[in-house]
């Protein structure tokens, strides 16, 4: 079993950076691909970022490639993702996940089946 808690959210200006992180309980951090999703108003959730558990593979979205980047301390049980150069169509509801790791390639885990464990979420709106 795995709890996820965001934190970082807040108003930031366009062009402005934001932190979140999602801190892990349990033991087991370590072994799980991470992710994170964002859901704005009215949308669907949609995928963001996803690391391995080891750290070294990542994988993004289009929308936010060259812009975030997510990391992870497993001495820590803490996942980031630094948010630069943020747009206003950044704005929503920013979701952690700890998901079963693959090894078919990280770009299968953009699929929310992936993901056995979510955090409640953190928002971030970004002001024009």
């Known amino acids: 079993q795995v709890q996820l808690v965001e934190s970082g959210g807040g108003l930031v200006q366009a062009g402005g950076s934001l932190r979140l992180s999602c801190a892990a309980s349990g033991r087991s951090f370590s072994t799980y691909a991470m992710g994170w999703f964002r859901q704005a108003p009215g949308k669907e959730r949609e995928f963001v970022a996803t690391?391995?558990?080891?750290?070294?593979?990542?994988y993004y979205a289009d929308s936010v490639k060259g812009r975030f980047t997510i990391s992870r301390d497993n001495a820590k049980n803490t996942v980031y993702l630094q948010m630069n150069s943020l747009k206003p169509e950044d704005t929503a509801a920013y979701y952690c996940?700890?998901?079963?790791?693959?090894?078919?390639?990280?770009?299968?885990?953009?699929?929310?089946?992936?993901?056995?464990?979510w955090g409640q979420g953190t928002q971030v709106t970004v002001s024009s």
């Open positions: 996940a700890a998901g079963r790791p693959t090894t078919q390639g990280m770009g299968v885990m953009r699929s929310e089946s992936r993901y056995d464990y």
């Open positions: 690391i391995s558990w080891t750290g070294i593979s990542t």
